[in-house]
């Protein structure tokens, strides 16, 4: 599943393909992935001539502003976006299909079917679902360490838990919550009491090295074919943790176990991330 850094980058690609171009049509093979308006032939009706202007992120989602209508896209498991000319031929599962004046498309494609499209007025989007309730974004300004550790206190739940949830943090998902608690040498299954503040702290600046790196990775690789999905082999050569169990940690050579938290799989170093 795509976390932050790789929709980031995969926003940062878009923006190189389809700023300025203007929809001619848009067809829609998959009703059920437009959740608003709940009618396709509405859907496409509000996109035609409209003008992609920026496309930007909150969390994990895409927010395509076009004239005076905010597009949200998430891409969920396996959800892609590529541009073609409008004469090649279209692949299996491509659900969405944005026809531009210019002759080229932008498609959206998707094997497992999760992912999701919202239409709103600008300004809208952030007062309802999806987006009404989400947490800090980890890479802005407004993540502070007094507002993260606000967001926390009081929470009774194990720190991995914690930071997959979208409505304290937003972006972080399995891989990076393992990396950041790793870099922070802390112990996936403690909890919010039972850290100190240094460790906190720790924490805070390991999320924002995490994703940034991630993000700095990823941002080189611009290229005309976007995969949410895909992005991430590149970064795999850089995990610390995530998906080593069984082989030696970087920092102490200890064997990485693999456990379940909060019914997700988590990798660990049992000696860098003692539980207390
Ligand atoms: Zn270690």
Do not use: W
Not at 84 to 89: G, I, L, M, R, S
Not at 96 to 110: A, E, S, W
Not at 260 to 265: D, K, P, Q, W, Y
């Amino acid at each position: 599943m795509p976390e932050l850094p790789e929709v980031e980058t995969v926003k940062r690609t878009l923006n190189e393909l389809i700023l300025n171009k203007t929809i001619d049509h848009v067809t829609v093979q998959l009703p059920r992935i437009i959740q608003k308006p709940d009618d396709v032939v509405k859907f496409s009706a509000l996109l035609e001539n409209r003008t992609f202007q920026k496309v930007e992120r909150r969390g994990k989602f895409l927010r395509f502003i076009l004239d005076d209508l905010v597009l949200l896209s998430h891409l969920r498991m396996e959800g892609r976006y590529g541009v073609f000319q409008n004469d090649e031929p279209v692949e299996k599962h491509t659900h969405v299909i944005f026809h531009f004046t210019d002759g080229t498309d932008l498609r959206y494609k998707d094997v497992r079917q999760f992912g999701t499209m919202h239409l709103f007025e600008p300004g809208e989007e952030f007062l309802q679902p999806p987006l009404h309730k989400l947490g800090l974004e980890p890479l802005e300004s407004t993540f502070t360490y007094e507002a993260f550790v606000e967001r926390l206190k009081k929470r009774k739940t194990k720190i991995k838990p914690l930071l997959l949830n979208q409505e304290i943090v937003v972006g972080l998902g399995n891989i990076y919550v393992d990396e950041a608690l790793f870099l922070a040498k802390i112990h996936p299954e403690q909890t919010v009491v039972q850290l100190k503040d240094s460790e906190l702290k720790k924490l805070y600046d390991a999320i924002i090295i995490t994703l940034q790196n991630a993000v700095d990775a990823g941002g080189s690789s611009i290229k005309s074919y976007v995969n949410g999905q895909g992005e991430m082999g590149m970064f795999q050569h850089q995990l610390k943790i995530y998906g080593r169990k069984s082989e030696p940690c970087y920092d102490c050579g200890t064997i990485i176990e693999r456990t379940v938290v909060g019914g997700r799989g988590t990798h660990f170093c049992p000696n860098c991330q003692l539980a207390k």
